[in-house]
Structure formats: structure tokens, C-alpha cells
């Protein structure tokens, strides 16, 4: 970048003065040529007179100053700008009638006008673009300051924001087993998600997250040696792997995964460095405090609304709101890109992956307020938290149905999981029942009742239902010893008629008979033995099951 002398190049006489008045220097200028090379060595003669001015700059200033010093002292100036305002161009008479150096307009102009800034032309990878920039020997001379985003200040929570709490808590482990043992079993992933409780982590995030643990690949094959392990591990020591993969991992983008939002084109986005960003936010926060979350998000975009776009970029990403069809590009969708992106960030994974408690005014009403949870101090220190032992045990009724308890062994239900057809979750519990067609399938696969049998007699509170273990002994044994079937039964006057329809060409729709009178016509082929009835000259009435067609 060019230095002080060659960034004065451009000023007239009156503009010099103008800058030496604000820095309190007389200088002496016979001619502009002179008056800018006494100019440039007298705001370089002492780091004492530069730090007395960078000190009675506005915050604002001392911000943008910052926010250059760690962009290796240059910004984009339609970036800079956007946030720090423009420079208005005037001519020398109007700056003599206006003094606009006494009452600058923006934080530009007023860093402009004490030539602690300058723009200019500089080659980048998209051809000469126009930068704001520090001119290199007052950049090496600047004090240091720290970076803009340690500069964000956010404020506790008013009580009326936190009324209604929901703790942080390791539930993604159990539904990390649940899709886990869903994979195992063989189910899609409709009859998975069907299994999650209505508040539980989206099923693309959790897949994404497993995936970048490694424990599934791109086509949803299980690496078994690494899930036993992690179905194995205490719960603070998985919920630690969960914690790490998400907050290391350039696979989980989240950005991507917000929902009502898709990503359209080829362009990249940086995920790591949202996340590390808001770590650094929230991080120094006083863990005992609830902090508002609406304010939060101001503030960032008040001093570091660039968290995540390179160069400040905001025409290049192609977002698509998904509920209304426009493009979400530019500055002015910030609230509803970056803004959510971080509201997300915390509601969504700080919070599922226990970091974070949260708070709303009401129950149902949106989140207004989060604060470090019980479990946050030692994950963030890399540390497994301390989480009560996997040791609840199942029932089994004599209904062959079994539930499971929250704080269940994830890797034993894992496994019973895989012998019995799925039911739905009432009160955390997670519920099977055990079926011929369960079992056949878990067959299958070469597993047998005997580990079944094992596995029920070591978990279960109680005794097991002795009909429950001799049917599944007699299932070993025999398979299945009966069966209901949905089935339509002819009832006819008398059995001659019977008789002269199992002589006719309809008689291959028949089933197995009933009685003298009565038989079982195939499945969907009622038409065809109402109409053969017909051509013998009989009208047949069809009477629908109710149950049937509920």
C-alpha cells in the first residue's frame, strides 16, 4: 500500500492545512509540494501525537481504525463505507464556506479528513476495485487495538425475556441412537423421523453431524466398529464427540442446513468461521448471566456484520427463501441471512449440544434469551461433563411390547431395536413390539431369539412374562403358529349355488371355503365373481368392511 507522502499526493494546499488543524501542527507550505512532504513527516515525527489522536477519536472511528489495522489495513470501500459511511466531494471554495473537516459527515469523512485513511485503485483477484486503506508507515506506527469483534457488547436478559426456560441437555444422544438403529434395522428415513419427538434435532442436521463424526458415509452405511463405540462411551464423553465434530468440522454447513433457506450455484462458504466467531462472542460472557439474544445479534451487526462474508460480499452467495421464492442477495437481507444464521447457532446446536440454556417470555413464543448451561464449562474445555450412567432398565408386558426408559444403554437399544417393529415414543419412552415379521427380518439379518432372550432377561425390571418368553420360544421352534388375515367372504343361499360357482370360469377367484355356504374370494377379485354371479342370472350385493374403508 502506498505511504503517508504518497497518499497526501492528491490534496490541494487548503486540505493540508485543513489536516494539520485537526492534529494541532503548524505547518509551514510555501507550495503544495512542500506543505505535503512537511505534512507527512510531521504526523510521522512522534507515535506519542498519533496515539493522543487515535485515543479522542469517537468510538465509531476507533472501531473502523481497528477493523483496518486487522484487515492488514485495507477494506473494500463499498464495504467500508456501508458501515462506515461516505466522503462527500467538494470543491476548495465549498470547503471554505462549509468546514467540512470541523463537522464531518460520517466516521469516513472524519478519519479521512486526519489523513489517518486514504482510497485508492489496488489489483485484486476480480480486477482494480477501490479500497479504503491505513497508508503503510502510519499503519506500522498505530497502537495496537484490539479487533472490532472484541469489541461487541451485548446485555442481560430483562426478566420478562426469560420466563419460560429450556435447559441444555444430551437428548441428541438418544436420538443419534434412534437414527443410528434405524439405518441398522433397515427402515427409510420417513419412518425414521417419525420416531423423533416433535422438538428433536432436524434429521438433515443430524445426519449431517454423524456423517462428519464418521460413524455413516454419503449412501447411509454404517461404519459398525466406530458406532459401537460411540453407542458404548458414557454420555459425556459422546456428547463430547458430537460437541467437537460440530464445532471442527468443515463439513457441517450450516448455513445450508438453516431452514426455509436453499443454496443455489457453485459459491463457497466458510462454516468454521461463523462458528469460531460466535464462540469468541459468547465465550467471555459471565456464565451465570442470561443474556438477550436479540441484542446480541444487533451488536454484531453494528461492529462486525462481515462475520462470515469474505470481503463483505453480499451479491454473490445465492440464497432462496423456500416459503416465498425471492433471492435473498445484498446488504439489506442481513436480518433474514446473517441475523438468522446466528440466532440459529444458538438455538439450534450451542443449545442440542448442551452448551447453551434458553429463554422465551412464554411458552411458545419466539427465544429470547440464552446462558451457559451446567454442561457448557467443561466441553468447551475439551472435557467430557459429568452425566448420570446409562443404567435404567426396560419392562416387557405380556403383550409382547417393551419400553424404554430415558437412560436406557443407547447400545443395547441399539440392538433390541433391530428385532422388533417400531411404535411411537409416549413420555420419552421409547416403545417396541415384538412381531413375526420383526422377528423374521432380524432372522434375516443372523440374529436369533437366544441373544433376544439375553438381552430382555439382563435389562428388564422385572421378571418377563412367561407368555412373553414361551411364545418366543415356541416362535424359535415353529415360526408362526397363527395368523390373521383381512380377507372377503361370499356368503350364498344355498350350496348348490356354491356348487355351480366353483364349476364356473370364476371358480379360480375362490378361496378356501368357510362352511357349506360361504367361501373366501381372492383379494381384489370381487368384480369378477360378482359379474360371473350375474351371468348365472343371481344379483349380488357387495357390503364394504367399515373398518376397511376408515
Known amino acids: 500500500m502506498p505511504d503517508l507522502a504518497h497518499s497526501l499526493n492528491h490534496l490541494d494546499l487548503g486540505l493540508l492545512h485543513n489536516i494539520a488543524e485537526l492534529w494541532g501542527i503548524d505547518l509551514e507550505a510555501p507550495d503544495v509540494r512542500r506543505g505535503r512532504a512537511n505534512l507527512a513527516a510531521a504526523l510521522l515525527s512522534s507515535r506519542e501525537l498519533l496515539a493522543e489522536i487515535v485515543e479522542s477519536l469517537p468510538p465509531q472511528a476507533q472501531t473502523a481504525l481497528a477493523e483496518l489495522q486487522h484487515n492488514q489495513g485495507r477494506m473494500l470501500w463499498p464495504q467500508f463505507s456501508r458501515r462506515y459511511g461516505d466522503i462527500r466531494e467538494m470543491g476548495r471554495a465549498k470547503r471554505e464556506r462549509q468546514n467540512p473537516h470541523r463537522s464531518p459527515a460520517s466516521t469516513a469523512e472524519l478519519l479521512w479528513y486526519r489523513a489517518l485513511i486514504s482510497l485508492a485503485f489496488f489489483d485484486s483477484e476480480h480486477g482494480p476495485q477501490e479500497y479504503a ?11 495496537d487495538n484490539p479487533s472490532p469483534e472484541n469489541n461487541i457488547r451485548t446485555r442481560p436478559a430483562a426478566p420478562a425475556e426469560r420466563k419460560h426456560i429450556l435447559p441444555a441437555s444430551s437428548r441428541i444422544l438418544d436420538q443419534a441412537c434412534t437414527y443410528l438403529a434405524g439405518l441398522r434395522a ?8 417419525r420416531h423423533f419427538p416433535g422438538d428433536a434435532v432436524p434429521l438433515n442436521t443430524l445426519q449431517a453431524l454423524l456423517s ?66 460466535l464462540l469468541r462472542q459468547i465465550t467471555p460472557l459471565d456464565p451465570q448471566t442470561w443474556w438477550g439474544l436479540p441484542a ?42 446473517d441475523g438468522e444464521l446466528l440466532r440459529y447457532l444458538v438455538y439450534g446446536p450451542l443449545h442440542w449440544l448442551g452448551i447453551l440454556d434458553l429463554a422465551s417470555p412464554a411458552a411458545g413464543q419466539a427465544l429470547s434469551a440464552f446462558r451457559f448451561s ?41 440392538q433390541l431395536a433391530r428385532f422388533c417393529a417400531w411404535e411411537s415414543i409416549k413420555k420419552d419412552r421409547f416403545n417396541y413390539r415384538i412381531t413375526p415379521a420383526s422377528l423374521a427380518k432380524a432372522e434375516a439379518h443372523d440374529l436369533n431369539i437366544t441373544q433376544l432372550l439375553t438381552l430382555l432377561r439382563k435389562h428388564c425390571a422385572i421378571q418377563l412374562p412367561p407368555n412373553l418368553v414361551q411364545s418366543l420360544e415356541n ?53 369378477k365373481v ?10 349380488s350385493a357387495y357390503e364394504p368392511s367399515k373398518e376397511r374403508d376408515q
Open 133 to 143: 486503506y491505513i497508508p503503510d508507515d502510519l499503519l506500522a506506527r498505530l497502537p
Open 475 to 527: 416362535w424359535q421352534a415353529h415360526g408362526t403358529q397363527a395368523r390373521i388375515e383381512d380377507v372377503q367372504v361370499l356368503r350364498l343361499k344355498s350350496p348348490e349355488l356354491l356348487k355351480a360357482l366353483r364349476a364356473s370360469h370364476a371358480a379360480r377367484y375362490l378361496g378356501d371355503p368357510l362352511g357349506p355356504t360361504s367361501v373366501i374370494v381372492k383379494r381384489g377379485a370381487w368384480q
Open 374 to 414: 451446567a454442561l457448557a464449562a467443561a466441553l468447551l474445555a475439551n472435557t467430557p461433563p459429568e452425566l448420570k450412567p446409562e443404567d435404567q432398565q426396560l419392562t416387557a408386558d405380556s403383550k409382547l411390547t417393551i419400553q424404554i426408559p430415558p437412560g436406557f444403554p443407547r447400545a443395547v437399544r441399539y
Open 296 to 337: 446480541l445479534v444487533t451488536a454484531i451487526r453494528q461492529s462486525a456484520p462481515d462475520f462470515q462474508r469474505p470481503a463483505g460480499n453480499y451479491d454473490s452467495w445465492y440464497l432462496r427463501d423456500t416459503r416465498t421464492g425471492a433471492y435473498l442477495r445484498g446488504i439489506e437481507h442481513w436480518e433474514a441471512v
Open 530 to 539: 360378482i359379474d360371473a354371479l350375474a351371468e348365472m342370472g343371481y344379483l
Open 212 to 277: 462428519a463424526a464418521g460413524f455413516i458415509d454419503q449412501k447411509l452405511s454404517l461404519d459398525l466398529a466406530a458406532v459401537r463405540g460411540f453407542l458404548e462411551a458414557g454420555r459425556g464423553e459422546a456428547l463430547l464427540t458430537l460437541f467437537t465434530t460440530w464445532r471442527d468440522s468443515p463439513m457441517i454447513n450450516d448455513l445450508r442446513l438453516l431452514p426455509h433457506l436453499q443454496a443455489e450455484g457453485e459459491w463457497q462458504n466458510d462454516p468454521q468461521k461463523a462458528r469460531r466467531f
Open 186 to 193: 433397515g427402515l427409510d428415513l420417513e419412518e425414521i423421523s
